[in-house]
């Protein structure tokens, strides 16, 4: 298999309509070689099983895959040839994957990663490693050596580790949204999905109330709506009473197949291990895989440090991109939340 940890050499955006010609030429065009030179061919990197997977759940037809992503491409240029995205086979077949090839929603999960970007300037600007060091250093977030039985990576994201008064909830967000990205690049993952284990030990309540409706209601858009990623599991360990109230926050925004996906273990080990089995887990959970060490993976995402300068770099915004196309409209759903979280608070303390 291929490893998990590269990116994609090169892409291509589209700054208007003369652009969208230029990298939209019809698929087998002679154009194509005169126009793009340098567009990186695709070759494909599963295995002859996950072949066979993303045939089974995704529907995708290795015969078919460049005709989809042509589609997908004529699309983009068609309905949005001010997007500003890249319009590379392997970034686009994230997309197709993560929508089991359904075009109409695949074009709409690219607009809304774009529009997620765009809408939330404290997460998405200045984004790279090196600006989330703390965070990555604090072990707030890393990713378990080792795959799941299913061959999905488990992010492990740890609340304890935040202090708030050494930076913002946003730098939190941040910290996930690079892990994601970074492991989203591998085509085994596209098609596994991933696997999160969090662990609520030690989360208080003066903790708690930094993740508001507002913040609820954006991690939630971008995670279910806005990023090509398969989240096909989410379990949380060491839940206090508080976390009847994060999650009273969180439920209102999830899709029902999201809901069903949460798996409250309690301290309760042995629940966990029904869903992670103890050999990929450190031993912090009753695992035989060691002390959990978040030094590789941190090691792993700062060395991305160029490549994702280069990637996002390439994601701009253009200047005559219009509100009509964006996910959320911010001051409607500020104006929402702010109403929600006055009505959290009380929650909150009931449950603590």
């Not at 941040?174 to 690049?185: D, V």
């Not at 209601?217 to 989410?234: H, M, S, W, Y």
Request: aromatic share 10%; glycine share 4%.
């Amino acid at each position: 298999m291929c490893s998990a940890w590269f990116l994609t050499d090169s892409c291509y955006i589209m700054s208007g309509d003369s652009d969208c010609t230029r990298t939209s030429p019809s698929a087998g065009s002679p154009s194509d070689n005169e126009f793009l030179p340098d567009r990186p061919k695709y070759v494909c990197s599963l295995s002859p099983d996950l072949i066979t997977k993303a045939r089974e759940e995704l529907q995708e037809k290795p015969e078919w895959r460049l005709r989809d992503v042509q589609a997908l491409r004529d699309m983009v240029c068609k309905d949005y040839p001010s997007l500003g995205t890249c319009l590379d086979d392997a970034f686009l077949l994230r997309f197709l994957r993560a929508r089991k090839f359904d075009y109409d929603r695949a074009l709409q999960l690219l607009v809304n990663y774009h529009t997620c970007r765009r809408s939330w300037p404290e997460v998405f600007n200045n984004l790279k490693p090196s600006a989330i060091k703390p965070v990555l250093e604090s072990g707030f977030v890393t990713v378990l050596p080792h795959l799941d039985p299913e061959g999905r990576h488990v992010v492990c994201i740890r609340p304890d580790r935040w202090t708030p008064s050494n930076y913002p909830i946003t730098e939190n967000i941040r910290a996930i949204y690079l892990t994601l990205e970074k492991l989203i690049q591998s085509e085994e993952t596209q098609v596994n999905g991933i696997v999160i284990l969090a662990d609520y030990k030690g989360v208080s309540l003066s903790k708690a109330s930094h993740f508001g409706p507002f913040v609820a209601k954006k991690v939630i858009g971008i995670l279910q709506d806005g990023f090509p990623i398969r989240i096909k599991a989410v379990n949380i360990i060491n839940e206090p009473r508080i976390f009847k109230g994060i999650f009273a926050i969180i439920k209102p925004f999830l899709k029902e197949k999201i809901a069903n996906r949460f798996f409250l273990h309690g301290c309760d080990l042995n629940s966990l291990h029904q869903n992670i089995p103890p050999v990929i887990l450190p031993e912090e959970y009753g695992g035989t895989a060691g002390k959990l060490d978040i030094s590789a993976w941190n090691e792993l995402l700062l060395a991305s440090e160029e490549d994702f300068l280069h990637d996002f770099s390439q994601l701009v915004l253009p200047c005559d991109s219009s509100p009509h196309d964006m996910l959320v409209s911010g001051d409607a759903d500020e104006k929402q939340c702010d109403d929600s979280l006055r009505g959290m608070k009380p929650q909150l303390y009931y449950c603590y």
